[in-house]
């Protein structure tokens, strides 16, 4: 029977179970020297990580016990899990007890039979953290960001291609496209088929439609009869409020996004165009989901890694704003609108920062922050950027020139900025420039003509 007690003491599990295997993996090096070099001190030293392993790794299994009892795992791969970890525990003991033993028939025997054991033991650890990792995370957690050629030794299925496409505007499918990706990315973890919390699965239409215990997930229509949106919506520190366990909350959009599919019938197969979405929350989900929006046509996003999660959150400590640019890509938007008319010396240590994810940075503003041409030239570094906002900078023609570098920019609003048609020779290095504001420049009509006979189809705004 399971007591507020034993729910506590399962609790320490995360924590108990990294123990035993820090001991057995030590141990495992300890017997790997004691066969180049014997020690009285070095066997004394892997006894006492035998057996502190072997007690650490039974406390782990009673707590890993303690913890299923709250349920919401899945039952096949949690029996695989704990019966690992209690073969782990008496192997380890065994390991232990035959070092020990003096009457052995012989040392060799004694040793290749330790060895053998222990090598048994790191083989079922990975296996059984594994296992765990499936449980508490959902599958694919260890494989999600493996780099491409492990991808194909370690993953059966078909892997995404080097970039992904988003739909037209008026193709966009609202549960595919929008509601979905919000589930995978912020719900899965936690309502899986092999971590199903409060008996919901989320990762099928099938059982979004069937729902949790509370038998009222989704109420098509109806989005405060709708358990999922009260709880969703709920202050982070109520017991109930979704994502728990301190993983990120859902964003405003996003949880407006839900609102608005589940008011609208919730369902699976309708576009943008037959919900009758107004115009409003049509510019919202293009700019959620990266669409070009003047043009309503394809674009291709390129296929990054994340970006590393220190210089994120160093940058946000910056006071700068940090977005992903859609639910599914690791590509980066990023504002200085908190920081505008910033000390040079403080616009540096930023622009470094962002020079660690430039990667993933692909929309960029950075109006009236007071550039100058050093801040420029490590712009010019941002190789990846499409879109560019230095508008209201004092901006020279000269302090200009180092953007030519950027190939792949697309739109570029350069307006307020002390600019003439000598900086036109730096626009026309951009090969696949779409658009620029020029407002309140000294470029002059002749200039922008100059620019749109070297450039065909670009928009000038002046």
């Given at each position: 029977?399971?007591?507020?007690?034993?729910?506590?003491?399962?609790?320490?599990?995360?924590?108990?179970?990294?123990?035993?295997?820090?001991?057995?993996?030590?141990?495992?090096?300890?017997?790997?020297?004691?066969?180049?070099?014997?020690?009285?001190?070095?066997?004394?030293?892997?006894?006492?990580?035998?057996?502190?392993?072997?007690?650490?790794?039974?406390?782990?299994?009673?707590?890993?016990?303690?913890?299923?009892?709250?349920?919401?795992?899945?039952?096949?791969?949690?029996?695989?899990?704990?019966?690992?970890?209690?073969?782990?525990?008496?192997?380890?003991?065994?390991?232990?007890?035959?070092?020990?033993?003096?009457?052995?028939?012989?040392?060799?025997?004694?040793?290749?039979?330790?060895?053998?054991?222990?090598?048994?033991?790191?083989?079922?650890?990975?296996?059984?953290?594994?296992?765990?990792?499936?449980?508490?995370?959902?599958?694919?957690?260890?494989?999600?960001?493996?780099?491409?050629?492990?991808?194909?030794?370690?993953?059966?299925?078909?892997?995404?291609?080097?970039?992904?496409?988003?739909?037209?505007?008026?193709?966009?499918?609202?549960?595919?496209?929008?509601?979905?990706?919000?589930?995978?990315?912020?719900?899965?973890?936690?309502?899986?088929?092999?971590?199903?919390?409060?008996?919901?699965?989320?990762?099928?239409?099938?059982?979004i439609m069937k729902g949790g215990k509370s038998g009222n997930t989704i109420?098509?229509?109806?989005?405060?009869?709708?358990?999922?949106?009260?709880?969703?919506?709920?202050?982070?520190?109520?017991?109930?409020?979704?994502?728990?366990?301190?993983?990120?909350?859902?964003?405003?959009?996003?949880?407006?996004?839900?609102?608005?599919?589940?008011?609208?019938?919730?369902?699976?197969?309708?576009?943008?165009?037959?919900?009758?979405?107004?115009?409003?929350?049509?510019?919202?989900?293009?700019?959620?989901?990266?669409?070009?929006?003047?043009?309503?046509?394809?674009?291709?996003?390129?296929?990054?890694?994340?970006?590393?999660?220190?210089?994120?959150?160093?940058?946000?400590?910056?006071?700068?704003?940090?977005?992903?640019?859609?639910?599914?890509?690791?590509?980066?938007?990023?504002?200085?609108?908190?920081?505008?008319?910033?000390?040079?010396?403080?616009?540096?240590?930023?622009?470094?920062?962002?020079?660690?994810?430039?990667?993933?940075?692909?929309?960029?503003?950075?109006?009236?922050?007071?550039?100058?041409?050093?801040?420029?030239?490590?712009?010019?570094?941002?190789?990846?950027?499409?879109?560019?906002?230095?508008?209201?900078?004092?901006?020279?023609?000269?302090?200009?020139?180092?953007?030519?570098?950027?190939?792949?920019?697309?739109?570029?609003?350069?307006?307020?900025?002390?600019?003439?048609?000598?900086?036109?020779?730096?626009?026309?290095?951009?090969?696949?420039?779409?658009?620029?504001?020029?407002?309140?420049?000294?470029?002059?009509?002749?200039?922008?003509?100059?620019?749109?006979?070297?450039?065909?189809?670009?928009?000038?705004?002046?």
């Amino acid at each position: 029977m399971q007591t507020e007690w034993s729910l506590l003491a399962g609790r320490f599990h995360p924590l108990i179970v990294h123990i035993p295997i820090g001991f057995i993996l030590f141990a495992a090096l300890l017997q790997v020297i004691a066969a180049y070099r014997k020690s009285v001190l070095l066997e004394s030293a892997l006894n006492i990580a035998l057996v502190a392993g072997a007690i650490s790794a039974g406390l782990a299994a009673i707590s890993g016990f303690l913890l299923s009892g709250a349920g919401g795992y899945n039952n096949d791969i949690l029996f695989w899990h704990q019966w690992i970890g209690i073969i782990v525990t008496i192997l380890t003991f065994n390991v232990w007890l035959i070092r020990i033993n003096k009457k052995a028939n012989t040392r060799f025997l004694k040793i290749a039979l330790s060895n053998w054991l222990l090598s048994v033991c790191i083989i079922l650890i990975a296996i059984g953290g594994h296992l765990g990792g499936t449980m508490t995370h959902g599958e694919g957690y260890l494989t999600r960001y493996m780099p491409a050629f492990l991808r194909s030794i370690f993953v059966s299925k078909k892997q995404p291609g080097p970039e992904k496409m988003i739909p037209r505007l008026d193709s966009v499918i609202v549960f595919a496209d929008i509601i979905q990706p919000i589930f995978n990315a912020r719900c899965i973890s936690c309502h899986n088929p092999d971590k199903g919390k409060g008996e919901l699965n989320l990762t099928t239409m099938d059982g979004i439609m069937k729902g949790g215990k509370s038998g009222n997930t989704i109420v098509a229509g109806d989005p405060e009869k709708s358990e999922l949106v009260h709880r969703i919506a709920l202050p982070p520190q109520s017991s109930k409020f979704m994502p728990s366990e301190n993983r990120p909350p859902l964003t405003p959009i996003e949880i407006n996004f839900i609102k608005w599919w589940i008011e609208t019938g919730a369902d699976y197969k309708k576009n943008i165009t037959t919900t009758g979405a107004d115009e409003k929350t049509k510019y919202l989900i293009a700019a959620y989901l990266g669409i070009d929006v003047e043009n309503n046509k394809e674009i291709k996003l390129p296929e990054v890694g994340p970006a590393d999660s220190v210089v994120l959150r160093q940058l946000k400590e910056m006071k700068v704003i940090v977005r992903p640019l859609t639910s599914e890509s690791n590509l980066l938007e990023v504002s200085l609108v908190m920081v505008q008319q910033a000390t040079p010396s403080l616009l540096m240590p930023i622009l470094e920062k962002l020079s660690a994810v430039r990667q993933q940075l692909y929309r960029l503003d950075m109006s009236n922050c007071g550039l100058t041409k050093e801040h420029i030239k490590m712009i010019a570094g941002f190789s990846r950027l499409y879109k560019l906002e230095i508008q209201k900078n004092n901006l020279t023609d000269e302090s200009i020139e180092p953007l030519s570098a950027l190939q792949q920019l697309a739109i570029l609003n350069a307006g307020q900025n002390m600019l003439t048609d000598k900086s036109i020779a730096a626009f026309k290095k951009l090969p696949v420039l779409k658009k620029i504001n020029l407002w309140q420049t000294e470029v002059t009509e002749e200039g922008s003509k100059d620019l749109q006979s070297q450039l065909r189809g670009v928009i000038i705004e002046r």
